[in-house]
């Protein structure tokens, strides 16, 4: 085990921390995958092939070198001369040669070799920022590709001050790990250390997190681990990386319990520290966990959460994980001594449908599960609405109860990039609903106590799709996923006129278009944003719990912040209603109201002073903020 303990022993000394955070207590001798510069021009290599009797590195290029690798225990280690930059692979004992699994760098694409990159180059100038609480972020979701239309990093930070003056904290980048061709949402990513090329490469993703951090803005990377993409997966030419026992909606599960799974769990792990430590990502929103099947007594979340937290500590920075889950289950964000596993929040897919639905009377698909008030305000009581009921949809009972779960610890949104984009005309929800109906999700969202999420460009209003869009290289593939999109449309009845995903010009029509927010009602729409996030940073929103009440006659839900205190009332009926106010209250005034004409609404702004008798009147599809007047109780 010599070779092992040296390689490990290299490995752990870094810039940021020189304690041995990077060893799994488990496997003290486990080495850092890829290439791990050592000196200005001296590399250490190191694959994991424990099915494989020997390895070579192989330099590209005008160099073409070969150089036998040292192997013990499935690991293979080589170090040699090579500055940032060299191109290399790894070659089987067949002759077969194929990049480095966890390669930082594809700068010809996923075919082609690997390249050398040192991390440690950056200069960085955010050593003052430490990140947010959950609690304390606005999430801004964007895809780099289509958030301009240069599709880059660069291009991105020049759009930093627009999301700092709108109040966002922290933006969410799709994910950015190498996938095949220019244009792909980032779930077909198949090397999970390499920062996709066509947006600038690794470099370019430090320049927007220091950029980000100067603006005040966190930055959350969106990460896949519950599959590879199926171009340019080469993983499993190495070792057990994959699962047979289970499989995914989207391919091969990968290997975290069966025999070999260590190394496998290590690699990921490894890979979501790389992030956080060499690029200062400061959380991770790790897509479909419920696609993640480990049935070991430590499961790979709270494995990995217990290094993120580590780290956060060494580090002296707050770092978070957000999970992504269909499962509704909460021991995602219990501590794990009451049996879970410590995550710091998971997105609410029922918030999401519970008021998509009202808003748009939709009932095919997950949608027929939802529609009533009573949804929407289970959902903001609790956190979500199924914890345990018969789901019709599902066929099956469905979840768990999130009761004593603070509201920090769920991510809220009335768009995101798959609610968007998994529809066949990838409709946003400015093109489905009316003006007056776009506030409302805009106000239920924002002034709600759990952590807001926008989808780019819905602060103003965007009106072009979202769709989904590839460029993959093989033929077969590209028609297979053709089929599939089609398919996975016929429950929800929308027909098979779905856009090519493979022609350009299906991504060409989502870039957004920020020209609009320049016009009506864009503009009115963006500061109607603006004004809720300075209201909810104000109020504390994020960190107090509302009663909440709802009428189902007449389509009212009412959120009472006793500590603020202040009062959110929210109207989804086509009727103007008169509401009673919460007993005890006999006048309040009111601070905001969506249907003033102020905001392009009908009314002429009766609400904005004073509202007497203990009711107020609220027009159709609007909301209204009040504040109880001296002498009231709430």
Same mark, same amino acid.
């Given at each position: 085990m010599r070779l092992l303990r040296e390689t490990a022993e290299a490995s752990l000394h870094s810039e940021l921390d020189p304690s041995p955070i990077l060893v799994p207590p488990m496997l003290p001798t486990m080495p850092e995958f890829g290439a791990t510069p050592i000196s200005e021009d001296r590399c250490r290599f190191v694959a994991w092939a424990p099915g494989?009797?020997?390895?070579?590195?192989?330099?590209?290029?005008?160099?073409?070198?070969?150089?036998?690798?040292?192997?013990?225990?499935?690991?293979?280690?080589?170090?040699?001369?090579?500055?940032?930059?060299?191109?290399?692979?790894?070659?089987?004992?067949?002759? &077969?040669?194929?990049p480095d699994p966890a390669s930082r760098s594809q700068p010809d694409g996923v075919h082609s070799p690997s390249a050398v990159v040192d991390t440690r180059k950056f200069k960085w100038s955010d050593g003052g920022f430490a990140g947010h609480s959950m609690r304390d972020m606005v999430i801004y979701e964007l895809h780099v590709g289509t958030f301009t239309s240069a599709g880059t990093f660069d291009a991105a930070i020049s759009r930093l001050d627009d999301l700092a003056e709108l109040g966002i904290t922290a933006v969410e980048i799709m994910p950015v790990a190498q996938f095949p061709?220019?244009?792909?949402?980032?779930?077909?990513?198949?090397?999970?250390?390499?920062?996709?090329?066509?947006?600038?490469?690794? +470099?370019?993703?430090?320049?927007?997190?220091?950029?980000?951090?100067?603006?005040?803005?966190?930055?959350?990377?969106?990460?896949?681990?519950?599959?590879?993409?199926?171009?340019?997966?080469?993983?499993?030419?190495?070792g057990p990386f994959f699962s047979g026992r289970y499989c995914t909606p989207w391919g091969e599960a990968m290997n975290f319990d069966g025999a070999e799974s260590e190394p496998v769990r290590w690699f990921f792990i490894q890979n979501a520290l790389s992030?956080?430590?060499?690029?200062?990502? *400061?959380?991770?929103?790790?897509?479909?966990?419920?696609?993640?099947?480990?049935? +070991?007594?430590?499961?790979?979340?709270?494995?990995?959460?217990?290094?993120?937290?580590?780290?956060?500590?060494?580090?002296?920075?707050?770092?978070?994980?957000?999970?992504?889950?269909?499962?509704?289950?909460?021991?995602?964000?219990?501590?794990?001594?009451?049996?879970?596993?410590?995550?710091?929040?998971?997105?609410?897919? *029922?918030?999401? =449908?519970?008021?998509?639905?009202l808003l748009t009377n939709e009932s095919t698909g997950y949608y027929g599960d939802f529609g009533t008030m009573e949804d929407l305000g289970i959902a903001i009581r609790d956190g979500w609405r199924y914890a345990g009921q018969f789901s019709g949809f599902r066929k099956r009972r469905h979840g768990n109860s999130p009761q004593g779960i603070s509201p920090d610890h769920f991510v809220?949104?009335?768009?995101?990039?798959?609610?968007?984009?998994? &529809?066949?005309?990838?409709?946003?929800?400015?093109?489905?609903? *009316?003006f007056e109906s776009t506030k409302l999700a805009a106000g239920v969202t924002l002034l709600s106590p759990f952590v807001p999420l926008l989808f780019m460009g819905e602060e103003y209003g965007e009106k072009r799709p979202f769709q989904y869009f590839t460029s993959h290289g093989d033929a077969a593939l590209i028609e297979a996923v053709r089929r599939g999109r089609r398919a996975e449309f016929a429950q929800f009845g929308w027909g098979d006129e779905v856009a090519d995903p493979q022609d350009e010009a299906t991504f060409?029509?989502?870039?957004?278009?920020?020209?609009?927010?320049? +016009?009506?009602? =864009?503009?009115?729409?963006?500061?109607?944003?603006?004004?809720?996030?300075?209201?909810?940073? &104000?109020?504390?929103?994020?960190?107090?719990?509302?009663?909440?009440?709802?009428?189902?006659?007449?389509?009212?839900?009412?959120?009472?912040?006793?500590?603020?205190?202040?009062?959110?009332?929210?109207?989804?009926?086509?009727?103007?209603?008169?509401?009673?106010?919460?007993t005890g209250i006999r006048s309040a005034s009111a601070i905001l109201n969506s249907a003033d004409r102020d905001?392009?609404?009908?009314?002429?702004?009766?609400?904005?002073?004073?509202?007497?008798?203990?009711?107020?009147?609220?027009?159709?599809? +609007?909301?209204?903020?009040?504040?109880?007047?001296?002498g009231s109780t709430l």
């Open positions: 494989k009797s020997e390895l070579s590195l192989v330099f590209c290029g005008d160099r073409r070198e070969v150089i036998s690798m040292r192997s013990q225990c499935g690991f293979h280690v080589a170090e040699a001369h090579a500055r940032e930059g060299a191109r290399y692979t790894f070659r089987m004992p067949d002759g &077969r040669e194929f061709g220019g244009r792909n949402w980032g779930y077909d990513g198949v090397f999970p250390f390499a920062t996709q090329n066509s947006y600038g490469g690794p +470099s370019a993703l430090q320049r927007f997190v220091d950029a980000a951090h100067g603006h005040g803005i966190s930055v959350i990377l969106d990460v896949v681990y519950n599959h590879l993409g199926p171009e340019g997966n080469y993983l499993g030419e190495f992030w956080l430590k060499d690029f200062h990502v *400061d959380a991770l929103r790790l897509d479909a966990v419920h696609g993640i099947f480990d049935f +070991s007594a430590r499961h790979f979340l709270a494995e990995l959460k217990e290094h993120v937290r580590d780290l956060s500590a060494r580090a002296k920075r707050t770092l978070n994980i957000i999970a992504e889950s269909d499962l509704n289950d909460s021991r995602l964000l219990h501590l794990p001594a009451r049996g879970g596993y410590g995550l710091d929040a998971q997105w609410s897919d *029922d918030f999401h =449908h519970a008021l998509h639905a809220v949104f009335s768009q995101n990039h798959d609610q968007v984009g998994n &529809r066949a005309g990838a409709e946003r929800l400015t093109t489905l609903v *009316d060409a029509a989502s870039v957004l278009d920020h020209a609009a927010k320049d +016009s009506e009602p =864009h503009r009115t729409l963006r500061r109607l944003y603006k004004s809720l996030l300075t209201l909810r940073k &104000r109020l504390g929103l994020g960190s107090a719990k509302p009663d909440v009440t709802w009428n189902e006659s007449a389509k009212t839900l009412t959120l009472a912040y006793r500590a603020v205190p202040v009062l959110a009332i929210f109207h989804f009926g086509d009727q103007q209603v008169l509401v009673p106010l919460p905001w392009r609404g009908p009314t002429g702004g009766e609400l904005s002073t004073e509202t007497q008798g203990g009711s107020v009147t609220l027009e159709p599809r +609007s909301f209204a903020v009040l504040v109880p007047h001296r």
